[in-house]
């Protein structure tokens, strides 16, 4: 059976369906995964100098690229990954701020590559 509970608590406004969210520095991961070439997908907070890293299972990196000074919102980057050898690699997106090069956010995630 199916309950609800009724808060006794008036309403006291309503959102504007026409505001957009509060963006964030949100890694939403590497799409399609396991594969040969993968989309890795990401929000930026703010305008931000972003740098890629990718590393093996025994942690070596294998791989650094700095994809310079982003705009906020959704970002897409490309991985071809099919001159390197099938695994487990895992990934760090860094985010620092453009003017003072403070890291504003770092964001980890792991993929399965194929060939």
Same mark, same amino acid.
């Given at each position: 059976?199916?309950?609800?509970?009724?808060?006794? !608590?008036?309403? !006291?406004g309503v959102?504007?369906?026409g505001?957009?969210? *509060?963006l964030?520095?949100?890694?939403l991961?590497?799409?399609p995964?396991?594969?040969a070439?993968s989309?890795?997908?990401? !929000?930026?907070?703010?305008?931000?100098?972003v740098t890629?890293?990718?590393?093996?299972?025994?942690?070596?990196?294998?791989?650094?690229?700095?994809?310079?000074i982003? *705009?906020a919102?959704?970002?897409?980057?490309?991985?071809?990954?099919?001159?390197?050898? *099938?695994?487990?690699?895992f990934?760090?997106?860094?985010?620092?701020d453009?003017?003072?090069?403070?890291?504003q *956010?770092?964001?980890n995630?792991?993929m399965i590559?194929?060939n």
């Open positions: 059976p199916a309950w609800a509970h009724l808060a006794n !608590t008036p309403v !006291t959102e504007d369906p505001l957009k969210p *509060a964030n520095y949100t890694l991961g590497a799409f995964n396991p594969a070439r989309t890795i997908r990401y !929000t930026l907070a703010a305008p931000s100098r890629f890293e990718m590393f093996d299972v025994a942690g070596r990196m294998i791989e650094q690229r700095s994809l310079g982003q *705009a919102g959704r970002r897409e980057l490309p991985y071809d990954g099919t001159g390197g050898s *099938a695994g487990i690699y990934y760090r997106l860094k985010a620092a453009p003017q003072s090069g403070a890291v *956010a770092v964001l995630g792991r590559l194929v």
